[in-house]
């Protein structure tokens, strides 16, 4: 009998979630609420090797899951750029997204080239990007316009080629046609600085932007997880902060701020539930807290500072620890109150318990107050469709010296594997959209999506089978990237052609070998616990 039930143990925590979540709100209204992402921001005397590093996980429902390579363009003078908009998808085969046409703006005569994920990640000038969506106030939120955040994205990378720059052309682009969306933190990153640029609406009716932007100090970290982060602007000091025109006017024209008896905050102003989310602020400790220990941050504090210096210099091993964290050895642990007997009679955290359970167990459990809307969330999560960590080195030419250490689907169960900003190509499976497909071998993120929601199934053992493969695996991928570096910088005066081959032929070996081994681990798995459910 107990067998029976534990076998059966994943659907009935799903059937009790989905049942719990009906009392408060839909399923639906929920899965939007958690939506989210989580970037982490590393200045060039932070890190182990003197690099720039961005970060970013792409943590939603609907979004296309294909990555593609865009190359360098040239254009007419005279030519137009098609704008378009974010809309649901009613006739894909999975919930998702598709966009239309809904507009024109100036295109440049020359654009650079990119990698093509949902929020471009890095082009051949070694320009990188990650994202966070905060919200911020809903009456900023204008229709009076053209831009939105993905798109967004790829205006930015495909003409900046440094942080600098790709402030400027945000701030002509969002106050010339106007920006439509929520609330966005985006961090520009060069191999010199990293800058958090927060964006918000100008209010309903209204065309353009309210932004700020603040520079990743050189020996600091910053996190943004879905709420502003951005604090006092000291725009007498433009190599740390810049912002636009009416920043201050409409805060006080609209009575969010009252310069006779407060200093302005930017997060307050236009982000004041992000401060009051325990979902963000949990985010911005644990990511503090795990590069330095020694603050002793309050977990429950309402605001961190901006940025921090971190203990030791932070590693491309601690910025996956980061990552892949869900509070484990901490008292918000989101399975700590789910145990079982084992056969010694001890009780103990059941295999079953996980964090990553669709809709999550936090309700079931009442665990850490629950989940609502301003509740917790982990920085791991179950649907997260990708991940990159990003290296941005100033002592190596762009095509070699960016690289985006790329991750499908829960980087809990995955593994970052290299594409440089010099490749010129992804393999075929990275190509195609799981999401418009529905389940095929043939789509990437669909390889590393089956494993992750079969490891969430008996997390307790499972993941260390994971882990064994995909930790050895990680570790010889950062051992031998300076060789194949070494080998292709000194190509590359040579015959650049034949050095761009050969790192996008490293890049794209590595690409493919990770998806054919996550099916392998998948198979492994229903093999190996077949009987133990």
Known sequence: MLKTLLKFFPVLLLVSAISVFAQNETIEEAMEHKDGCTTVTVGKDASFDGSVMTSHTMDGHKDRTDVTIIPAKTYPSDSKRVVHKKVPDENSVMPRYKFVPAGEIPQVEKTYGYINSIIRCINDQQFAMGESTFGGRETLRSDNGLIQ???????????????????????????TYGW????????????????????VG???????????????????????????????????????????????????????WNPDKEPFRFCYAYDPDGRRSLSSRRREWRAFQLAAPSLNLDPNAETYPFSIKPDEKITLDKMIEIFRDYYEGTPFNPVKYITWQNPKGEFEISPHANPFMPYDQMPLFKINGGWNK?????IARWYTTYATIIQLRNWLPPEVGGVVWFAWDNVATSVYTPLYSGITDVPDTYKVCGRETGFSRDAAWWAFNRLSTLTSQRWGDMRHDVMSVWDEYQQNLFANQSDIEKEVVEMLDNDRSAALKKLTDYSNKHASEIIDKAWDLGDFLWNKYDEKW
Not at 180 to 199: L, M, S
Not at 206 to 234: F, L, T, Y
């Open 180 to 199: 439509i969306d929520g609330g966005e933190c985006y961090t520009f990153a060069d191999p010199e600085e990293v800058w958090h640029f927060e964006i």
């Open 149 to 175: 955040y993905e798109e967004f994205s790829e205006i930015i990378m495909e003409r900046a080629a440094t942080a600098r720059e790709a402030i400027k052309i945000a701030a002509e682009v969002t106050e």
């Open 374 to 378: 301003l509740g917790e969330r982990t």
């Open 202 to 256: 100008p209010g309903q009716g209204k065309k353009g932007s309210i932004w700020a932007a603040q520079r990743i100090p050189d020996g600091h970290i910053g996190v943004n997880a879905n709420a502003s982060r951005i604090m006092e602007i000291d725009l007498d000091n433009p190599d740390y902060f810049m912002a636009s025109d009416n920043v201050f006017q409409v805060a006080i024209d609209s009575g969010w």
